[in-house]
């Protein structure tokens, strides 16, 4: 079976998809893709996955072409109705729409770049959670995490935790190789999920829907309201609620986070808070590449957005909606801008760009710390990303 995964609106969640496909996402436990893996594996089903994206992403991120194959929708998440139905009742060149928005289709790339296909049915009934903005990365995660904790944790027996934890509800899963102690876990809010290897230092208190992912460490005294993701090797410390760290990035120190989002490779600098809420209680406006201006988001709590291998110098404060690009690096007085562009060196008017080579430098190092290469792959995009972003930064 082979699976290509196609993007709408692809723009709509920049920057975080700058360096990725949209089904790279981490939406809850799992990225969108690793969802559809899960039910793959479950159901005994042999595919290929590719993506049909950027051309400047193919080499990390490669289109697999065969004369049948199961294009599908980046920002819809399955569930056991809808893969069915793709997998047992979608026949060769049908497709199921939600309205006018294409949600999947058996066909040849041929068919699929001509719109060659029967349409099956235009409103499916099966209770679908799609992504349809970039805050819904932390403004749903709380359902995402309630469907990712079911789907991982079905069937199968958590390990014990130890007797030095207070425990509010059962809803707790426990990986193998996890390390958790004189915590206190309150999942009668939501799930907790706590993956392989991860850990949960002393005098943390969890309020769940937490996805705690595989080597992820929340350190000592930490405090966590749901609903929030912390990726795999990611290390946070402080008070967080509603957000959503995409894996490999640092928030290690006190400070705040509240609904918001942090791509890849993020580092958060010692005392960093960031606001969520405006003081006239009004709804926040965040920066919008599709438009190139400040577009309402229709939510009254909305943090910062950042997008991988940004990072910010002690005690900054970010304003509320705030967006930083790729590989930015932010620091000095007062408030930095709302819209911080893709390397940007100071994130204030006077700011400068952060070249090239001294940014693979700094990547470099990072990464190797999670014993991770820099690839070529990855500078070729980064490369890219820097002269599609130069605009902004002009």
């Given at each position: ?52 994206t ?7 991120f ?38 006018e928005?294409?949600i ?26 799609k992504?349809?903005?970039i ?8 359902q ?26 059962d ?16 999942s009668?809010?939501?799930p ?9 230092m002393e005098?943390?208190v ?27 090797y ?18 290690g ?21 960031n ?21 309402n ?16 110098g ?18 000095g007085g ?38 991770i ?5 990855d ?12 605009k902004?930064?002009?």
């Amino acid at each position: 079976m082979n699976i290509i995964f196609f993007e709408i609106n692809r723009n709509d969640f920049l920057p975080l998809v700058f360096t990725k496909p949209i089904a790279k996402l981490r939406f809850g436990i799992l990225t969108i893709e690793e969802k559809w893996m899960h039910y793959l594996y479950r159901a005994k089903i042999s595919s290929d996955i590719s993506y049909l994206t950027e051309k400047y992403l193919s080499g990390k991120f490669p289109f697999l072409d065969q004369p049948e194959n199961y294009f599908i929708n980046s920002r819809y998440c399955p569930n056991s109705f809808l893969f069915e139905f793709i997998t047992e009742n979608l026949n060769l060149n049908e497709a199921i729409y939600e309205g006018e928005e294409l949600i999947a289709v058996r066909c040849s790339k041929e068919q699929f770049e001509k719109a060659d296909f029967y349409i099956k049915d235009y409103n499916p009934s099966f209770n679908r959670l799609k992504l349809e903005k970039i805050t819904d990365l932390f403004s749903k995660n709380d359902q995402a995490i309630k469907d990712d904790f079911e789907l991982l944790t079905k069937g199968r027996e958590s390990q014990t935790l130890s007797l030095t934890n207070t425990m509010i509800g059962d809803a707790v899963f426990v990986e193998e190789g996890a390390k958790v102690e004189a915590a206190v876990l309150n999942s009668s809010t939501g799930p907790i999920y706590i993956g392989k290897d991860a850990e949960i230092m002393e005098g943390t208190v969890v309020r769940g829907p937490l996805a705690l992912c595989e080597g992820a460490t929340l350190k000592l005294s930490t405090k966590i309201y749901g609903a929030t993701t912390v990726g795999p090797y990611s290390k946070v410390g402080g008070e967080v609620t509603n957000s959503n760290i995409q894996g490999f990035s640092n928030k290690g120190h006190d400070g705040f986070l509240g609904n918001s989002i942090l791509g890849e490779w993020c580092n958060l600098g010692a005392d960093t808070n960031n606001s969520n809420l405006k003081n006239n209680y009004s709804e926040v406006k965040i920066w919008n590449y599709s438009t190139n201006q400040l577009e309402n988001t229709g939510l009254q709590f909305c943090g910062l957005i950042m997008g991988d291998h940004s990072k910010c110098g002690i005690n900054t404060m970010f304003n509320t909606g705030t967006v930083v690009g790729v590989s930015a690096n932010i620091f000095g007085g007062g408030f930095p801008n709302k819209f911080i562009s893709s390397f940007t060196w100071g994130g204030f008017n006077d700011s400068s760009t952060f070249q090239l080579d001294k940014m693979f430098e700094v990547a470099q190092k990072v990464m190797e710390r999670r014993h991770i290469d820099l690839s070529q792959d990855d500078k070729e995009i980064l490369s890219a990303v820097f002269e599609i972003t130069e605009k902004y930064r002009n």
